[in-house]
């Protein structure tokens, strides 16, 4: 069976069940200051989403245990700047890194407090892998790295954010833009400069779960593609394998 856009819309669903459950189950740490560590620290809210991923390469015919979306199993990757890096999804396979994913979300209603992190995480993550590449720390193929990304769609993420006092002048196309259109704005830029091969960027909230696609080139079918393609590539050299 193929994954379907139906597959996809019900992970999201499960996605914002999972946050809200987790968040209730944290209501004390929120209540001393925590905020919602619980919700982003958790993990549990993307195990859906990992499983949607997972199913791409089980269908092609990947063993289980080439495939894994559990800390338990092995989501270290070598880096260079760094000894080792979790990703949220690998799949190695014959000692080829086929695949590799971070999932991350950004929640309201302080949007600003963590967006720089987001964006420096997934520069940082892609960086030292692609420069681990180059010291030959991944053999046979070059690394496929994928980032799926949600965006709580609410009041604080689609009304434009102030430019803050800067010494030089900030590149024009940033003015006027909401958290969702800036993420809109790096995360095309992650794909035009290769640091990833693939990205999908939604925004959606608990609700109304059913998902959002701000930018055509980095919609769900786009990156079920590249996914894809990733795929047939590599069964045109004979992975899998019988």
């Excluded at 992970?11 to 929120?30: F, H, L, P, V």
């Excluded at 430019?163 to 003015?175: E, F, N, R």
């Excluded at 894809?228 to 045109?236: F, G």
């Amino acid at each position: 069976m193929t994954v379907t856009r139906q597959d996809f819309e019900d992970a999201i669903a499960a996605y914002w069940g999972a946050k809200q459950m987790q968040g209730e189950q944290s209501m004390i740490r929120d209540a001393v200051g925590a905020g919602t560590a619980g919700t982003v620290r958790g993990g549990k809210h993307f195990d859906a989403i990992a499983t949607l991923l997972a199913k791409f390469f089980l269908d092609a015919g990947y063993p289980p245990e080439s495939i894994r979306v559990a800390k338990s199993q092995g989501l270290a990757l070598p880096g260079y700047y760094r000894p080792q890096k979790q990703w949220d999804v690998v799949v190695v396979h014959e000692g080829v890194l086929i695949a590799a994913f971070e999932l991350k979300g950004l929640g309201g209603p302080s949007y600003g407090n963590n967006y720089n992190n987001r964006v420096e995480e997934a520069l940082g993550s892609a960086v030292d892998l692609r420069r681990a590449a180059l010291a030959e720390l991944f053999p046979k193929e070059k690394p496929w790295l994928g980032y799926f990304f949600i965006m709580q769609d609410g009041e604080g993420s689609r009304s434009p954010v102030k430019i803050a006092k800067s010494g030089l002048p900030v590149d024009g196309m940033w003015h006027g833009t909401s958290y969702q259109d800036r993420f809109g704005i790096f995360c095309q830029r992650l794909v035009d400069e290769q640091l990833y091969d693939a990205v999908c960027y939604v925004t959606s909230s608990l609700e109304n779960p059913s998902p959002i696609e701000p930018v055509d080139s980095l919609d769900w079918r786009h990156f079920a593609a590249a996914i894809n393609a990733r795929l047939t590539y590599l069964k045109s050299l004979g992975l899998p394998g019988n």
